[in-house]
């Protein structure tokens, strides 16, 4: 005697031969994608605004020119970018200095408003004619000076900005903003881009 299988049995039987191994598997995969949001780009520096107070320490620029913190930092109705680095640095310094000069590529036709202040950190080392080569490397203008001086008057300029970190080799990426008119520094700890350091500076100076 035949037995005779039931109709949805047969039905269900033909639906799973015939539908494509994966199907389930791949609409899984695809559904979720096709919804998933951009995550946002992390910053990769930590931004706060602080006072330092400008001393009266002097220094020798690039140009072997005996110059007053304070004169140097004086207010004049443009803003000031300032960082600490040295140039045998194989690290971060090169990465630091030449955001700075791309930094005035970015600003375009108001690079002219800023000035820009390196100081070293290896003043036995960086003399004023090794930074002059330095600012040379990296077409520094005449906006931009590179401050030198004694080893305490180094050390002291770094713990004013609170970036003393005790050793050349355990400094970290620092840059400082100041707008016209104001007391206050921007601090940005970390490595900004030259486009952020940028828009920094704009945000600064409202037009």
Not at 140 to 156: K, S, Y
Not at 164 to 181: D, E, I
Request: aromatic fraction near 8%.
């Amino acid at each position: 005697m035949k037995m005779r299988i039931p109709l949805f049995l047969a039905a269900a039987t033909m639906l799973a031969v015939f539908t494509p191994v994966g199907a389930t598997e791949a609409k899984s995969v695809a559904g979720p994608a096709c919804c998933a949001k951009p995550q946002p780009k992390k910053a990769q520096y930590v931004r706060t605004v602080a006072s330092y107070p400008v001393s009266n320490l002097r220094f020798l620029d690039q140009e072997s020119r005996d110059v007053v913190l304070a004169d140097v930092l004086r207010e004049d109705g443009r803003p000031i970018a300032l960082n600490f680095v040295f140039t045998t640095c194989n690290t971060i310094c090169p990465v630091m200095t030449a955001t700075f000069a791309k930094l005035r590529n970015e600003l375009g036709e108001s690079a002219s408003d800023l000035r820009l202040v390196s100081v070293t950190i290896d003043p036995e080392h960086d003399t004023p004619a090794v930074l002059h080569q330095y600012a040379e490397r990296y077409a520094a203008g005449a906006d931009w000076r590179f401050l030198t001086g004694t080893v305490e008057e180094i050390v002291a300029v770094q713990k004013a900005f609170d970036a003393f970190a005790g050793s050349k080799m355990n400094h970290r990426p620092l840059t400082f903003l100041r707008a016209p008119g104001s007391s206050d520094w921007v601090r940005i700890d970390g490595f900004a881009s030259a486009a952020e350091l940028a828009a920094e500076v704009r945000s600064l100076t409202p037009r």
